[in-house]
């Protein structure tokens, strides 16, 4: 088995697997029919103020899984729809930051910037038609440099790394995310070793389930889906129930600001546009690549790297940047699209998740399992089928196809989710809380998975409540297990070495750098204090 | 003006706190093996290795917050309003999660005060209409009464907001599968 035969079996199982319906006697599968469904779905949440990409993925879990099962054929079709709602999510977000000045997602707060004040020039459709563009493109980018990267690295790790590199590698991850995600490396250290200390609670090789204080209830320790969900969607949802609490009800109206000029966008804008939107998908993707740096900062990165460039190219009488230039939208939206893709290279080639999204991914794989991210699955063996390849390329293409509904569909789709806006937040939120309650019953089927889900969202509001970023909190529980295994099995391996990540070369430089992180981002920290 | 926030400085110390009183009393006290152990001659890592590396985490976040970090800039803090919106919050979401839990069988009791066999909601939890009970009551509490919260005063708006939450949950979840439960049907 080569390469290409790997590739083409993965393009199969997308394409041949259970049929949804034909068409004129052309079969379509169910795996592209839950890509475009979850495509269609990210835009419309997307395009909800208060709601993001995760929320959505966090709910239609166990409803995918009621529906698929958990047998591996149920893979492809699970994570398609949620790669759809991803890539959806991230152009859906541009809607009301455009149209009414609010981002539908924190990632499109600098598409309001340009967006708005188009909008109110009546340039809306040529703004949205600028952001679906440059966010397809971004998009696009970042996907080719995941396809071609992800195998590459997993190849590399899987090469040079053994158990005590792969243990160091860890601990760096932790570190580097403790250390990005938030601007606080003490916050984030401290959100990784609460999610440490959730995941060891009730699990370990004794007879006695540790941490439990006797407790019969902890003994089989806290369930992904509770802690997941709970700090990441739950502790979310009483943030911005709070935060619609604390706003006074002016009823602030949105002005229709009647259209004006030519709304589409023409070869020359797009030729004006390209090198923006190619320098913020080269900043998105290589941001996106490190696990934890989120598209937030891309955004901010590929925006002001734009408007340093622009402000020595631009015409006299072109708007400034911030007061409805096309290519800062551009920017923006090619930016934080980016990071989509490449986000998931540490995620398929180390199982890092580096983002909110990639964790419901992974969740995703380990609920219904039979393909655990991380360097194996690239393992190209000759002579029998690996599995897990397959399904990795079957990724791959149901991430093309969702960027070919994006390029083809995604544009009319998402200029037509303008009336999203008029959801009251106050009325949504409290539906989600017990949706997503509702969803977490119905996988884990006991009330202590309620209970436990609802603990761990007034710890995500009181994290968010003092900014510390419940992120690394949840990917430290995603890592934690492995992370002991990889410890005990190393230790184990190197003949009850004690000192095993200090006396391997590459565990060591893994150590020192982790080390090495968190002191000079503490000390940059402390340089921007008063 | 007002002071400059300190909560860096109080979160620091209270995570160093609480590390210490992990790597201390709870983990020694609550695992059965310590950080490393001897099986039949050999040493292996036990079973309070892993949750003391968190309590380090823990301890050197708070070390790096109270060093390095006290004196930053736009530090967030709690307030007295967070504490007592969260309060209503969870005191809602408590009382319609018993509600959901209890409806259900209380209903069938007091069903039972008219009728001449007993029934038992148990064996009623996959019968339409029973089943749905706890779920529907506690479900529309949960979500018009935080409604009311965050609007400040009840409305029916609110309730018919909740109502068609609850009818779509159902739709969603209950309708279609026939293995799956609605809460509380999987404990009672």
Request: some cysteine; overall charge neutral.
């Amino acid at each position: 088995m080569g390469v290409l035969d790997y590739i083409w079996l993965g393009v199969l199982a997308v394409f041949q697997g259970p049929e949804a319906f034909t068409v004129f006697g052309i079969s379509v599968s169910i795996t592209v029919m839950m890509v475009l469904s979850g495509f269609l779905f990210g835009i419309l949440v997307g395009a909800t103020p208060g709601l993001a990409g995760p929320f959505a993925m966090a709910i239609s879990l166990p409803i995918l899984i009621s529906i698929f099962g958990y047998s591996p054929d149920a893979l492809l079709p699970v994570m398609g729809f949620l790669i759809g709602i991803m890539k959806g999510a991230t152009i859906g977000g541009a809607v009301p930051a455009i149209l009414f000045n609010t981002p539908g997602t924190p990632d499109a707060f600098m598409t309001t910037l340009d967006g708005y004040p188009m909008a109110q020039w009546g340039q809306a459709k040529k703004a949205l038609r600028i952001a679906h563009f440059s966010s397809a493109s971004g998009d696009t980018f970042s996907d080719i440099v995941l396809f071609v990267c992800a195998p590459f690295l997993a190849i590399l790790v899987e090469a040079y790394l053994d158990l005590p590199e792969k243990t160091g590698l860890l601990i760096l991850s932790l570190s580097f995310i403790a250390a990005v995600i938030g601007g606080s490396p003490g916050k984030g250290l401290i959100s990784i070793g609460l999610g440490l200390l959730a995941v060891y609670v009730g699990t370990g090789e004794d007879f006695y389930p540790r941490l439990t204080m006797g407790a019969d209830k902890l003994s089989r320790g806290f369930p992904i889906t509770t802690a997941v969900l709970g700090v990441l969607i739950i502790g979310a949802v009483f943030k911005g129930l709070e935060e619609t609490w604390q706003e006074s009800r002016k009823g602030k109206r949105s002005i229709v600001v009647p259209e004006t000029g030519d709304q589409k966008l023409r070869w020359p804008d797009i030729k004006r546009l390209l090198p923006h939107i190619s320098r913020s998908a080269l900043i998105g993707t290589g941001i996106g690549a490190l696990p934890g740096v989120g598209s937030t900062l891309a955004a901010t990165l590929g925006y002001s790297t734009a408007r340093a460039r622009y402000a020595k190219s631009k015409d006299a009488d072109a708007a400034a940047f911030g007061e409805g230039a096309p290519e800062g939208i551009a920017a923006t939206e090619a930016a934080n699209s980016a990071v989509s893709g490449a986000n998931l290279i540490p995620v398929l080639s180390l199982g890092i998740p580096g983002n909110a999204a990639a964790v419901f991914l992974i969740l995703a794989t380990e609920t219904i399992g039979g393909f655990n991210p991380g360097p194996s699955v690239f393992r190209f063996s000759p002579d029998v089928i690996n599995p897990e390849l397959v399904v990795a390329f079957g990724l791959f293409t149901c991430m093309t196809i969702a960027n070919l509904f994006n390029w083809t569909i995604g544009g009319v789709f998402m200029r037509s989710m303008g009336f999203m806006i008029r959801i009251p937040k106050q009325l949504l939120l409290p539906s989600v809380l017990l949706l997503t309650l509702t969803a977490i019953y119905v996988q884990e089927t006991r009330i202590e998975a309620i209970w436990f889900a609802l603990g761990f969202g007034v710890l995500g509001y009181f994290m968010r409540v003092l900014a510390i970023s419940p992120l690394p909190f949840v990917i430290a529980f995603i890592l934690g297990k492995s992370l002991e295994e990889t410890a005990r099995q190393a230790y184990s391996a190197t003949g009850n070495d004690p000192f095993f990540l200090f006396n391997n070369p590459i565990a060591l430089a893994f150590i020192l750098m982790s080390v090495a992180v968190i002191f000079f981002t503490g000390r940059k920290a402390k340089k921007a204090a008063p | 003006m007002l002071a400059p926030s300190r909560s860096n400085l109080y979160i620091g110390l209270l995570c160093i706190v609480f590390a210490a009183l992990l790597i201390f009393i709870w983990i020694p006290l609550d695992t059965d093996s310590g950080i490393v152990e001897k099986v039949r001659g050999r040493f292996a890592i036990g079973d309070a290795l892993a949750p003391t590396i968190a309590a380090c985490f823990i301890l050197v976040g708070g070390g790096l917050l109270v060093a390095f970090e006290r004196n930053g800039p736009n530090q967030s803090s709690l307030r007295r309003s967070h504490v007592l919106f969260m309060g209503k919050l969870f005191a809602v979401t408590v009382l319609s999660l018993l509600v959901m839990r209890f409806a259900g069988p209380l209903c069938a009791e007091i069903a039972n005060l008219f009728r001449t066999d007993p029934i038992e909601y148990r064996l009623l939890r996959a019968t339409a209409g029973w089943k749905h009970i706890g779920f529907s009551l506690g479900g529309i509490l949960m979500v018009a009464g935080i409604i009311a919260i965050v609007e400040r005063g009840f409305s029916l708006r609110g309730l018919l907001t909740a109502v068609l939450a609850v009818l779509a949950m159902i739709a969603m979840f209950d309708l279609p599968f026939e293995d799956l439960l609605l809460p509380p049907n999987g404990d009672v």
